[in-house]
């Protein structure tokens, strides 16, 4: 399956967790409470990928790729659903994730956010 990547970069993700949601038979990646990305199917047994993404900014990215839909039993306009069997590029669905997980953060409470940034590392200088 393509994106052999996506449970490692999700988990890079300062405080992600990855968590079986087995009502929709689905693998959720939280931050705190919320989801930034769910990796499943659709009834169709198509392996997708959704994720949240600025409304324009996925409207913009729906239109340029096939493989990019409204997201999959998700509000359509700021969750967008990627065939995992695709030809959308890696680089291309890392930014996506980045931004996912960006906006999900954001929406946090203020308390939560300074928890979150405990878990970011600083770079090292040599």
């Known amino acids: 399956m393509k994106y052999d990547w996506l449970e490692s970069y999700c988990l890079s993700k300062p405080g992600a967790v990855k968590e079986y949601k087995s009502e929709w038979g689905v693998f959720r990646y939280m931050v705190f409470d919320k989801m930034f990305l769910m990796d499943g199917e659709d009834n169709n047994g198509l392996p997708i990928i959704t994720l ?61 956010q300074a928890e979150l940034r405990q878990y970011e590392v600083s770079p090292v200088i040599l």
């Open 52 to 112: 949240k993404l600025d409304p324009i900014y996925g409207d913009e990215m729906r239109n340029q790729y096939e493989d990019i839909s409204p997201g999959y039993y998700m509000n359509k306009v700021h969750w967008n659903s990627i065939n995992r069997g695709g030809n959308v590029p890696d680089d291309l669905l890392k930014n996506f994730i980045d931004e996912s997980y960006r906006l999900v953060a954001e929406s946090l409470s203020k308390k939560k």
